[in-house]
């Protein structure tokens, strides 16, 4: 029993009794080495004492129990732990070297302690690593257990270097880091759990070869370093973030990402550079890119969820094995969904075409949904192959937004559109598969919620006549010609470019708008607005007659002198028979003066009037006059309220 102090000065002092209780002091200094049992191992009791190695001095722990108390180290003392040395619940404060040593109970180390190449570090039943200090590992160096049931590491501090924590279940809430340049940390072949923080920083790479329970965790990757998730020993990361700064990378080198229970999210750059398994719920508010050759594959059930995007590559692929996928999120590029070992696909999200090799989307016989968007890019190309389930054997296309401007084939064509279309550009085109042909060449019907939008110089013709209840829009430099008649019996058709149709147009409901150019007769029992909206006027071109019946409605907009731009006008090239009502409606805080005089309809003769008059008033002093002629009609200000 020790209560003073015993000191090792310049030589080697070995202590070798058969049990040691000290509350005193035990130390080396001065180049002392002080040599704490050889030949067999002892218990020492230091709850209250000191053990510590001064400047110049040694201690060597060998082979026996060191309980409680205090170790440390000053200037450029050492304490080395050898030959299988237990720490068992104490306090360092200063430097510990490890040749082959075990932990038991709470270690308080506010110091260091290094593991060197080649050393072990050993957990003896149940460890709690906390304090302000560090372990240092490098080469090949070991944190591992004992080969007890129990063993297992509870970190509350930093644990970095490079070395293996090598089947040893650790719970980390403190940091686990791999900041050793051109080296690598590896947690391999247990299970972490991790509530706080795993990084690969300074160029080192973290591999991540076990199970990682990360909800409420971060697993980080910073600038030029790199975490690897591997499946050597089913290398699976469930909840939490993953994230990355600056140039840092995530790959996933066959390893897992698991949603089934706890949400793992990537909120940084995750490189699949051989193959990712997924399942459950992956929530990607970063970039998750497809390299190489390789492929997602679904484990479970799959959702893809997140404002980020998943980008894909040509022979890269998403395999299902027969497991739902759902798609939330965005997914771009090219290769293919679904591959040879296809899947029901449900996508929500955006599915986007964007590069010169063709996306394919490749169901299983459950067919894919599209409730989202697809998007095809200028000179870019997305195959559907399979059952579609949006697209039913007759042809009616429901749900799904569709913006195309390079190629979209589907299995075959639309002769209903209850979706949402848009064509831009020349080569815009949407094909059927078998046979090879523009899949909206026999379109005959627009339904309710059906929206086609042709813009940015498309042309799209018919061989069919076409029916609309929806929207139909025809931009500017755009046509849309129709082999057979145009009936509108609701919803809106709206030409700012080239409408032409074999027979006339029949509004019977809904409404016609636009400062396009109508290339057919029109009879309209339902609203004709001359420009894009009330409140735009524009000048509408009818080629043909334009005959207006009781129920039908014109509306113009006058804010200016100058027609077409200013004011509204409806320009018929033939005879033009109205009846109905005529609204008129000032806009851009125009007020015209006394005299002024609006040719708002031309054609080559004008029978007929209109029945009712709305917007004459201009103010208390002035209103329009409507004047018809012989082959107009116009609005001439007079004074005197209306």
Same mark, same amino acid.
């Given at each position: @029993? ?5 000191n090792?000065v310049s030589?080697?002092?070995? @202590?070798q009794?058969?049990?040691?209780v000290?509350?005193g002091?035990?130390e080396? +200094?001065?180049g002392?080495?002080m040599?704490?049992?050889t ?8 709850t209250? #004492?000191?053990i510590q190695?001064l400047n ?8 026996s129990t ?12 050492v304490?080395q ?7 068992n619940?104490?306090?360092n404060?200063?430097t510990?070297?490890?040749s082959?040593?075990?932990l038991?109970?709470t270690i308080?180390n ?6 060197p190449?080649?050393a072990a570090?050993? @957990?003896?039943g149940p460890?709690?690593?906390t304090?302000s200090?560090?372990?240092?590992m490098s080469?090949t160096s070991?944190l591992?257990?004992s080969g ?12 970095h270097?490079y070395g293996?924590?090598y089947?040893l279940p650790?719970t980390n809430q ?7 340049k051109?080296?690598?940390?590896t947690l391999?072949?247990s299970?972490t759990g991790n509530?706080?923080?795993?990084e ?5 790479t973290?591999e991540?070869?076990? =199970?990682i329970n990360?909800a409420? %965790?971060?697993?980080e990757?910073?600038?030029?370093s790199?975490v690897v998730f591997t ?7 469930n909840?939490?973030t993953? *994230?990355?700064?600056g140039?840092?990378l995530i ?8 949603g *089934?229970v706890?949400i793992?999210t990537n909120?940084g750059?995750?490189n699949?550079v051989?193959?990712?398994? =997924?399942?459950?719920t992956i929530?990607n508010?970063?970039?998750i890119?497809?390299?190489g050759?390789?492929?997602?594959t679904?484990?479970?059930?799959t &959702?893809? *969820?997140g ?5 894909m590559n040509p022979n890269t692929c998403f ?5 739902s996928?759902?798609?939330e999120?965005t997914i771009? %590029? ?7 070992n296809? @899947?029901?696909?449900?996508?929500t999200g &955006?599915i986007l075409a964007?590069? #010169?090799s063709?996306l394919?989307?490749v169901p299983?016989a ?11 890019n200028p000179?870019?190309?997305m195959?559907?192959?399979?059952t579609?389930n949006?697209l039913?054997?007759?042809g009616?296309?429901?749900?799904g937004?569709?913006?195309v401007?390079?190629a979209?084939?589907?299995q ?7 979706a949402?279309i848009?064509?831009q550009?020349?080569?815009a085109?949407? +094909?059927n598969e078998?046979?090879?042909?523009n899949?909206?060449?026999a379109l005959a019907?627009n339904a ?6 042709l813009?940015?110089g ?7 006549g076409l029916t609309n ?6 931009g500017?430099?755009?046509s849309? +010609?129709v082999g057979?008649g145009y *009936?509108?019996t609701?919803?809106?058709t709206?030409?700012?470019g080239?409408l032409s149709v074999?027979?006339p147009?029949?509004?019977e409901?809904?409404?016609?708008l636009?400062q396009?150019a109508v290339?057919a007769g029109?009879i309209?029992?339902?609203? =004709?607005? =001359?420009g894009d909206?009330?409140t ?14 009781a129920t %039908?409605?014109?509306n113009?907009?006058?804010g200016?002198?100058?027609v ?10 033939n ?6 009502t005529?609204s008129?409606?000032?806009v851009n805080?125009?007020t015209p003066a006394?005299?002024d005089?609006?040719?708002?309809v031309t054609?080559?003769a ?6 009712v008059?709305? #917007?004459?008033?201009i103010?208390?002093?002035?209103h ?10 116009t609005?001439?200000?007079?004074s005197g309220?209306?």
């Amino acid at each position: @029993m020790n209560h003073s102090t015993i000191n090792a000065v310049s030589g080697t002092l070995y @202590m070798q009794p058969t049990n040691v209780v000290n509350t005193g002091t035990l130390e080396a +200094s001065s180049g002392g080495i002080m040599e704490l049992t050889t030949g067999f191992p002892i218990t020492y009791t230091n709850t209250g #004492g000191t053990i510590q190695a001064l400047n110049g001095g040694i201690v060597q722990m060998d082979g026996s129990t060191f309980t409680g108390g205090t170790i440390t180290t000053a200037g450029t003392g050492v304490i080395q732990a050898n030959g299988d040395a237990i720490l068992n619940s104490l306090t360092n404060n200063g430097t510990v070297l490890v040749s082959a040593a075990a932990l038991e109970g709470t270690i308080t180390n506010s110091g260091v302690i290094q593991v060197p190449s080649a050393a072990a570090l050993s @957990m003896n039943g149940p460890v709690t690593l906390t304090g302000s200090g560090s372990i240092l590992m490098s080469g090949t160096s070991n944190l591992r257990t004992s080969g007890g049931t129990s063993d297992a590491l509870t970190n509350q501090q930093l644990i970095h270097g490079y070395g293996t924590l090598y089947e040893l279940p650790v719970t980390n809430q403190g940091q686990i880091v791999a900041d050793s340049k051109g080296n690598t940390l590896t947690l391999a072949g247990s299970t972490t759990g991790n509530t706080s923080l795993l990084e690969a920083s300074n160029g080192g790479t973290l591999e991540l070869d076990s =199970v990682i329970n990360n909800a409420g %965790g971060t697993i980080e990757a910073l600038t030029s370093s790199t975490v690897v998730f591997t499946q050597n020993f089913h290398g699976s990361i469930n909840g939490g973030t993953l *994230t990355t700064a600056g140039t840092g990378l995530i790959e996933a080198n066959n390893g897992e990402l698991d949603g *089934t229970v706890n949400i793992p999210t990537n909120a940084g750059k995750l490189n699949v550079v051989n193959a990712l398994a =997924v399942q459950g719920t992956i929530n990607n508010t970063g970039t998750i890119t497809i390299l190489g050759n390789a492929c997602i594959t679904l484990n479970l059930p799959t &959702t893809l *969820t997140g404002s980020g995007k998943l980008v894909m590559n040509p022979n890269t692929c998403f395999e299902g094995l027969g497991n739902s996928f759902t798609n939330e999120s965005t997914i771009e %590029g090219s290769g293919s969904i679904g591959d040879s070992n296809p @899947m029901p696909i449900t996508n929500t999200g &955006t599915i986007l075409a964007n590069q #010169g090799s063709p996306l394919l989307i490749v169901p299983d016989a459950s067919g894919f949904t599209n409730t989202g968007k697809l998007i095809v890019n200028p000179g870019r190309a997305m195959t559907v192959k399979n059952t579609f389930n949006n697209l039913s054997p007759a042809g009616v296309l429901t749900g799904g937004t569709y913006v195309v401007s390079g190629a979209l084939t589907l299995q075959n064509a639309i002769t209903t559109n209850d979706a949402s279309i848009t064509l831009q550009g020349a080569a815009a085109e949407i +094909s059927n598969e078998s046979p090879s042909n523009n899949a909206l060449g026999a379109l005959a019907a627009n339904a309710p919620k059906g929206v086609l939008l042709l813009q940015k110089g498309q042309a799209l013709a018919t061989t069919t006549g076409l029916t609309n209840a929806g929207k139909i829009t025809v931009g500017a430099d755009s046509s849309l +010609s129709v082999g057979g008649g145009y *009936t509108q019996t609701s919803g809106a058709t709206q030409v700012d470019g080239a409408l032409s149709v074999n027979s006339p147009m029949n509004i019977e409901k809904g409404t016609l708008l636009g400062q396009g150019a109508v290339g057919a007769g029109v009879i309209s029992s339902g609203t =004709v607005t =001359v420009g894009d909206s009330a409140t735009k006027p524009g000048k509408l071109s009818v080629s043909g007659t334009y005959t207006q019946t009781a129920t %039908g409605a014109l509306n113009l907009a006058v804010g200016g002198m100058t027609v077409g731009t200013q004011y509204s006008q409806l320009a018929v090239s033939n005879g033009v028979s109205l009846a109905g009502t005529l609204s008129v409606k000032l806009v851009n805080g125009f007020t015209p003066a006394i005299g002024d005089t609006f040719t708002v309809v031309t054609g080559s003769a004008v029978s007929g009037t209109f029945s009712v008059v709305k #917007g004459l008033s201009i103010n208390s002093a002035e209103h329009f006059s409507v004047g018809y002629g012989a082959n107009s009609v116009t609005l001439t200000v007079v004074s005197g309220a209306n």
